[in-house]
Nanobody, 125 residues
Framework: QVQLVESGGGLVQAGGSLRLSCAAS????????MAWFRQAPGKEREFVAA????????SYADSVKGRFTISRDNAKNMVFLQGNSLKAEDTAVYYC??????????????????WGQGTQVTVSS
């Protein structure tokens, strides 16, 4: 069964950094657009960043632009999210998601048909 497994979450102080990883078991990873979403307690899930396969294009939510970087390693079926200058409002469960449309950088959740279980990121102020 195709799976996405996130890792790298944890507790970090405000101003610190964290790197999230997502490992995909699907052989179709290399043709899928990938994204990170997050959901804070009591809030709706929101888009963080997306990345297409080769040629690589990226898109970011305004709230993380300039602080977060999404990247991928197609040879290892992995996608990453590097977060710097973290703020308390970045606290959320972060989800990795796959979109079979390789050209899409959609910020909506509906085009993504495969989701990981999530990893908790807590930023202490």
């Amino acid at each position: 069964q195709v799976q996405l497994v996130e890792s790298g979450g944890g507790l970090v102080q405000a101003g610190g950094s964290l790197r999230l990883s997502c490992a995909a078991s699907a052989r179709t990873f290399g043709s899928s657009s990938m994204a990170w979403f997050r959901q804070a307690p009591g809030k709706e899930r929101e888009f963080v960043a997306a990345i297409t396969p080769s040629p690589t294009r990226t898109s970011y939510a305004d709230s993380v632009k300039g602080r977060f970087t999404i990247s991928r390693d197609n040879a290892k079926n992995m996608v990453f999210l590097q977060g710097n200058s973290l703020k308390a409002e970045d606290t959320a469960v972060y989800y990795c998601a796959a979109n079979p449309n390789r050209y899409s950088l959609s910020s909506a959740s509906t085009p993504y048909n495969l989701w990981g279980q999530g990893t908790q990121v807590t930023v202490s102020s």
